[in-house]
């Protein structure tokens, strides 16, 4: 079985600082790798994608996440967080389950970033 | 960017009624539609795969009879919860995928708050 973990349930980080948001995963077969961002009151956003290729993966607003297959680790990165950071980050994992596809979400990782 | 709605956003009912919800890919065709429920400080746990024209594909664990899904068009799916019951309050999410089998990209809706008394 698939399955994707975030052990932070929430990150802290000052404006202006870098941040890092973790998730590891483990899964039979070649992952493709997701990171989603949940604003207030919004749905889910997709931020970036690891399918194969280079391990950095630049997304949008500035994010980017490295695969690294030794550590079965994505986890999610920028260099500089900004107040509008602020939300709920989920990574996911999507691989081929009995002839379709199946995504597994971790539990979620709460960002606030400080003025 | 991709839009994907979901109507109601919220919903309170009494236990043993029906509620459906709606979720419409808004600006693009979407072959494929996913529902998902999500638990306080839980992952998003997919419920079922919903592919236009045909019968829902169901995750281990989900009553088919109980969540009834329905894909009639492309831009249309419809979760309807059976004779809910308190237990089924949780929080409903759609997402969509735009392209065919080799799409990778899911554009969620806003989600549905259903609350059973």
Known sequence: AQSVAQPEDQVNVA??????????????????????????????????????????????YGFEAEFNKSQTSFHLKKPSALVSDSALYFCAVRVLSGGYQKVTFGIGTKLQVIP | GAVVSQHPSWVICKSGTSVKIECRSLDFQATTMFWYRQFPKQSLMLMATS????????????????FLINHASLTLSTLTVTSAHPEDSSFYICSARAGGWGSDTQYFGPGTRLTVL
């Open chain 2, 51 to 66: 592919n236009e024209g045909s019968k829902a594909t169901y995750e281990q664990g989900v009553e088919k009879d109980k």
């Open chain 1, 15 to 60: 404006e202006g600082n870098p941040l890092t948001v973790k998730c590891t995963y483990s899964v039979s077969g070649n992952p493709y790798l997701f990171w989603y961002v949940q604003y207030p009151n919004r749905g889910l956003q997709f931020l970036l994608k690891y399918i194969t290729g280079d391990n950095l993966v630049k997304g949008s």
